[in-house]
């Protein structure tokens, strides 16, 4: 019996799926089956039913998952405890992160941090907020970087308040204004990330709108990625909402849309840094944290008169 073994039925109790499962922790599915079989066979019981779908556990593999989840935490709790052996940043660090802020903040703090703690692994994976704070509570994470408070019982440190922008094509109405007003967004057909991710439902929120308002246009077009939205606007279609760090390469492509700031109160989300329990490796979170802060642009440090868009 291995931690690995352990961790490959963990995984697929999650998923109930042996290929979604093998998927998600980057093995292949004949590995992962070939594994849990040796498993049963070793212990003599068969933990999964594959003759159900989804798959589900015996009543004796639930019974042996549980006990798992405690043993791989076990073995977490030490991997923390050599991490910080006399002092040291050495070890790995997980990171969950929204893709609303991985391309555009992890460049600015990676290589000041690994210059600065070069025995410390970073570990990062793109994911939605909600599966950032459960991968946290299944320790499938050490820390969380999202844009949204939480009701969970969760530590946070607030890292800096990025203020939206709007993006508009050089064509639209206002383009000539020297900065736009909310009330300018009322009206307007903005282009949206796809449901799930939370800075559309900060949007949403800030320009009062709601999915069935979002119908009447004639062009329906929801992406999962902001450098789409950059070059429908950039095609000369309309307006969307940006965060800050996504337009800071805008004069290095030679972009056509036009950039607008708000007017006071500035719309601003809180960039928030998350995690679910005390733990050993708080050193490497301090160290994180305050690369992170060192890192950021000058303006990010002192937003003042916002409004914040949660």
């Known amino acids: 019996m291995t931690l690995t073994q352990l961790s490959y039925i963990v995984a697929v109790d999650k998923y109930r799926h042996f290929a979604t499962a093998a998927q998600k922790i980057y093995i292949t599915q004949p590995t992962l089956s070939m594994q849990i079989q040796k498993l049963e066979d070793e212990l003599g019981v068969l933990i999964f039913d594959r003759s159900k779908s989804p798959v589900v556990p015996t009543a004796i593999g639930e019974q042996i998952i549980d006990q798992a989840k405690v043993i791989l935490s076990g073995s977490k709790h030490i991997e923390d405890m050599v991490s910080v052996k006399d002092g040291e940043l050495k070890g790995s660090f997980r990171i969950g992160i929204i893709p609303t802020i991985a391309p555009y903040l992890v460049p600015l703090f990676l290589k000041p941090f690994s210059e600065r703690h070069p025995n410390v692994k970073l570990v990062f994976e793109e994911a939605l907020t909600s599966e950032v704070l459960e991968g946290l509570h299944e320790d499938h994470f050490d820390v969380g970087i999202i844009a949204t408070s939480t009701n969970q019982h969760i530590y946070e440190h607030e890292l800096f308040s990025e203020p ?8 639209h109405d206002f383009s000539s204004k020297d900065k736009l007003c909310i009330d300018d967004l009322y009206s307007q057909d903005l282009w949206l990330l796809n449901e799930g991710h939370c800075f559309r439902d900060q949007t949403m929120k800030l320009c009062k709108k709601n999915n069935d308002k979002l119908k009447h246009s004639n ?18 279609y309309g307006i969307t909402l940006m965060p800050y760090l996504a337009m800071q390469d805008h004069d290095t492509r030679c972009a056509n849309g036009v950039i607008k700031e708000f007017m006071d109160p500035v719309p601003t989300r809180k960039i928030r840094l998350v ?6 490796k708080q050193n490497i979170v301090n160290a994180f944290v305050e690369t992170i802060k ?17």
């Open 275 to 280: 995690y679910s329990r005390e733990f050993l």
């Open 219 to 236: 062009i329906s077009f929801e992406s999962g990625n902001l450098e789409t939205l950059k070059r429908l606007v950039e095609q000369d």
């Open 294 to 310: 060192d890192s950021i642009p000058e303006e990010l440090k002192d937003v003042k008169d916002e409004m914040v868009v949660d």
């Open 164 to 171: 939206f922008l709007g993006y508009l094509s050089p064509g």
